[in-house]
């Protein structure tokens, strides 16, 4: 869609010097001037005067009609046309951040023409011409030129100075040049500024990376130190294995052994319980032995000597094997 906004033409603006005082609306009058400009773009037929008394109307109808200058609202028109234009097609090779100006999707939604109809559709009365109701224009100063002309014909000797009054060109040129140099400072400083802005972010972006390097970095290190432990920890796990093993190793020779033990200890008391009962029979046959050498002791005397000799002989072999026995007992 194509706005039409000035007839540089054949047109009689008047002219706003930089020393003007600029009104900076705020977001909701924006809002409201783009939907305003866009609703009415019949107004702006490009014919003479038509701009000038179609924004005189919309700023009447914001109530700016004192704050702002029809040619101050067609300038802030036109550069926020601009700014869109460099943000939506920029050129190649150069990022842009469409999302740092915050009227980029109102302008876009704008300039696709989704906004027509989003506000009051006005008329304008351009044979009003009284301009008392709007901001005063700063006027082209003019100058007096006295020109005094001398001539030696009689009836011009005499002659009155003639004062002349006229608007000079030069002034109009250098207004129209201070005019844009006007216009080329603001388009600077909103190169600036977005210059600026984009600085910012970029400045941000940078500390966002360095933060990030060093989480990474951090995070690299806590890696190296969990492979370091998981290293460990295995090999911890593989020498409590080992360890395991060799309990279970240890506990199955102790569980042999255990059970050698027992069975020596049956064998024991096999041995003990042999004993035991040898050494009742040595005691009943000692006991037998005894009643017998009393027997045979009662025979001695009528035996003779020979007979005390045989018996004293058993006896001390009897004694002797007792004392074996004994000793073999108390060994075990």
């Not at 007979?307 to 108390?330: A, C, H, P, T, Y």
């Amino acid at each position: 869609m194509e706005f039409k906004d000035h007839d540089y033409t054949n047109s009689t603006y008047d002219k706003v010097t930089p020393l003007e005082f600029t009104y900076k609306m705020n977001s909701k009058e924006i809002e409201a001037f783009v939907k305003l400009r866009v609703s009415n773009n019949y107004l702006f037929s490009g014919r003479r005067n038509t701009s000038m008394w179609a924004w005189r109307t919309i700023l009447r109808h914001m109530g700016l009609q004192h704050k702002m200058t029809h040619s101050q609202a067609s300038k802030k028109w036109e550069n926020m046309k601009k700014r869109y234009k460099e943000l939506k097609s920029p050129p190649d090779g150069v990022k842009v951040f469409p999302e740092v100006w915050p009227y980029f999707s109102l302008m876009d939604d704008a300039m696709e023409g989704r906004l027509e109809g989003s506000a009051p559709i006005l008329k304008v009365f351009s044979n009003d011409k009284d301009s008392s109701g709007f901001l005063p224009i700063s006027r082209p100063k003019t100058r007096k030129v006295s020109m005094v002309i001398n001539s030696s014909t009689a009836s011009l000797v005499d002659g009155p100075e003639i004062e002349v009054s006229q608007n000079r060109d030069e002034d109009g040129e250098e207004e129209a040049v201070q005019e844009g140099s006007q216009e080329i400072d603001c388009i600077m400083q909103e190169v600036d500024d977005e210059r600026n802005t984009l600085d910012s972010q970029r400045q941000v972006m940078e500390r966002e990376k360095q933060v990030m390097d060093r989480e990474k970095q951090v995070m690299d290190r806590e890696r190296l130190v969990l492979q370091r432990e998981r290293v460990v920890l295995d090999r911890e796990n593989a020498a409590l294995d080992r360890d395991r093993a060799l309990l279970e190793r240890e506990r199955a020779t102790m569980e042999r052994e255990k059970a050698v033990m027992e069975r020596e200890r049956g064998m024991v008391e096999k041995d003990r319980e042999a004993l035991s009962r040898e050494r009742l029979a040595l005691e009943r046959e000692k006991a037998r032995l005894e009643r017998l050498c009393e027997v045979k002791e009662k025979t001695e005397e009528v035996t003779g000597d020979c007979s005390k000799v045989k018996d004293s002989d058993v006896m001390d072999r009897k004694e002797r094997f007792l004392n074996l026995f004994e000793k073999l007992i108390e060994h075990f």
